[in-house]
């Protein structure tokens, strides 16, 4: 489980990265700090490819109220089947640009985060969004982040990890809306090599 995660990557970079043609409302998002239910920078394809605020925590559009419990993550092994997940799995993903995440340790009560980054770049974080309306008429847009089982450098602090897609043509096959095939989508579903991965801090 992913719980907390760095976003504050220069937004150049990202549009660089992920070749970003529309950039919609990002207030409030891509901070050093992000937690379940505040608002966090996803990138999707739509017409054009577009970088815009979510909050994390999904509620699907069918939903008639708003749900207590609005996961944050989703096991990557079953979205294709879970009905929380499969309609945004074949129509709505999106990657979620994280400069490193936190996994913690430590005894009930003294827990403390251990950060994770990569030696290079970002971690594309494979997600999935939805778009549900709000008892106002207003439109609210949120997210969820996949995870994976851990590579060997993850598994020694949590038994998942964030799936991270490997390379600008995963995150294109991901992104691309026009690819239903679950087997092609699958295949991206992996865990992130340790190689390209290292731990970057301990919290006191």
Known sequence: MCSLFDQSVP????????????????AFAMKPKNFPRERIAVVLQAQTRQIEAMRWGLV??????????????????????NGLFR???????????????AEYE??????TPVWFE????????????????????EMLR?????????NAIAEAYHNRMPLI???????DVWLDNERHEVEELTELMKPFGGESMKVAAKEE
């Open 11 to 26: 937004l150049d970079e990202l549009l660089r990265l992920y070749d970003v043609e529309e950039i919609g409302d990002l």
């Open 87 to 101: 309609s945004a799995f074949k129509s709505r993903r999106c990657v979620i640009p994280v400069k490193r995440y």
């Open 60 to 81: 699907p559009l069918w939903m008639k109220e708003e749900p207590k419990v609005q996961p944050f993550n989703a096991r990557s092994e079953t979205v294709p089947t």
């Open 165 to 171: 897609l490997d390379g600008p043509d995963a995150v």
């Open 118 to 137: 990569p030696t290079e770049g970002v971690f594309s974080v494979a997600g999935l969004w939805e778009q549900w309306r709000q008892p106002n008429g």
């Open 142 to 150: 949120t997210a969820t982040m996949l995870t994976c089982e851990p």
């Open 106 to 111: 430590g005894p009930k009560g003294k827990r």
